[in-house]
């Protein structure tokens, strides 16, 4: 599974938080895709921008990872992934958003965290 990245004009501004808030969906459409994915691990062409880095986030967060571990390096990502608190956290806002509890199984098992229940 390759995620080819899109230019930064496609989304307006590119800021994490402005992504998170008004790109939900395109956001969760990727994550979703890495979920349906066969294989382990990802594969992720241009992981240099802004939609890129949140999309491996989210997957992350989605795959049970925690958040501190998702955003050890701080800065905007960190303060952007705060946006999620307004949806009572990352499974609420995927699920709101458009992903399927069976992405998040998938993902546990494909990325090895476990398969916690998201019902």
């Known amino acids: ?9 496609s989304f307006a501004g590119g800021t994490y938080e402005r992504l998170l808030r008004t790109r ?18 990802l594969d992720v062409d241009g992981g ?14 989605a795959a049970g990872v925690p958040l501190d571990v998702v955003a050890e390096r701080g800065g905007p990502l960190r303060s952007a992934l705060a946006v999620l608190g307004e949806y009572s956290g990352v499974e609420r806002y995927l699920l709101v958003h458009g992903l399927r509890v069976e992405h998040f199984h998938a993902l546990r ?3 090895g965290e476990g ?3 998201c019902d």
């Open 1 to 9: 599974m390759t995620i080819t990245a899109l230019p930064a004009r």
């Open 24 to 41: 939900g969906e395109q956001l969760v459409t990727d994550v979703a895709r890495i979920a349906e994915a066969s294989g382990r691990g």
């Open 48 to 61: 240099d921008d802004d939609r890129t880095r949140l999309v491996i986030a989210l997957t992350l967060l």
């Open 109 to 111: 098992e494909r990325l």
């Open 115 to 117: 398969a916690e229940d």
